[in-house]
């Protein structure tokens, strides 16, 4: 639902856009529509967005903004990443709420994934 002046779309830099599509795909399920051989969006996965080819990646030791993800099985999610192929940079660690962890997929991209306390 378009809500004014809410955030609405998010984009992301990829150096491999076709391994970007691949790695999300398999890990998180995801499905891309391409527009040309530079851009492709995902929707319906919390946020719709897309990835566009670059040579630049979002990192937040650069200061980029970092997208973070939920999971229920964090450790699952884990798994899921290094299979794909993603690099996790911080291993899970716990903070006030939660626990999560922050990986690199193959498009250069750090993200995070979190998921809540165990009781």
């Given at each position: 639902?378009l809500q004014h002046e809410?955030?609405?779309?998010?984009e992301y830099p990829s150096?491999?856009?076709?391994?970007?599509?691949?790695?999300?795909?398999?890990?998180?399920?995801?499905?891309?529509?391409?527009?040309?051989?530079?851009?492709?969006?995902?929707?319906?996965?919390?946020?719709?967005?897309?990835?566009?080819?670059?040579?630049?990646?979002?990192?937040?030791?650069?200061?980029?903004?970092?997208?973070?993800?939920?999971?229920?099985?964090?450790?699952?999610?884990?798994?899921?990443?290094?299979?794909?192929?993603?690099?996790?940079?911080?291993?899970?660690?716990?903070?006030?709420?939660?626990?999560?962890?922050?990986?690199i997929e193959p498009g250069?991209?750090?993200?995070?994934?979190?998921?809540?306390?165990?009781?």
């Amino acid at each position: 639902m378009l809500q004014h002046e809410k955030i609405n779309y998010v984009e992301y830099p990829s150096r491999d856009l076709e391994e970007t599509k691949r790695f999300f795909g398999q890990t998180f399920g995801w499905a891309f529509e391409d527009y040309g051989p530079d851009y492709a969006a995902f929707s319906d996965q919390g946020l719709d967005g897309g990835f566009f080819r670059s040579d630049l990646a979002a990192r937040t030791e650069i200061g980029s903004a970092l997208i973070v993800l939920y999971s229920d099985d964090l450790e699952g999610t884990l798994r899921k990443v290094e299979a794909a192929g993603g690099k996790v940079i911080k291993p899970i660690f716990s903070f006030p709420g939660g626990r999560r962890f922050h990986f690199i997929e193959p498009g250069g991209n750090e993200l995070a994934v979190w998921s809540e306390s165990e009781a």
